[in-house]
């Protein structure tokens, strides 16, 4: 059985970091293209950041490039999210997801980030 968890969210203020994580089981992680996406109370789902299997290339959405890095341990089977210089427009639900979609064949349950002072 596939399952992501993320892990990592919280309250932060404006300006400050967290760094999600995101544990895969059930398949063979190191293969997968992995992805983070978001979604803000009351909107629609927004692609945040995706790297390849080997970690050695990464994209960005505009609205994060230069303050979030998107990495890999694939010994350890996680996805990791930092998120530095954050902003309350941030706030959302964060999911990791197989693949750099969409569509996203297996996602996690997400965590929470709220930017706020």
């Known amino acids: 059985e596939v399952q992501l968890v993320e892990s990592g969210g919280g309250l932060v203020q404006p300006g400050g970091s967290l760094k999600l994580s995101c544990a895969a089981s059930g398949f063979t992680f190191s293969s997968y293209a992995m992805s983070w996406v978001r979604q803000a109370p009351g909107k629609g789902l927004e692609w945040v950041s995706a790297l390849n299997s080997g970690g050695g290339s990464t994209r960005y959405a505009d609205s994060v490039k230069g303050r979030f890095t998107i990495s890999r341990d694939n010994a350890k089977n996680t996805l990791y999210l930092q998120m530095n210089s954050l902003k309350p427009e941030d706030t959302a639900e964060y999911y990791c997801?197989?693949?750099?979609?969409?569509?996203?064949?297996?996602w996690g349950q997400g965590t929470q980030v709220t930017v706020s002072s």
């Open positions: 997801a197989t693949g750099i979609g969409p569509p996203y064949d297996y």
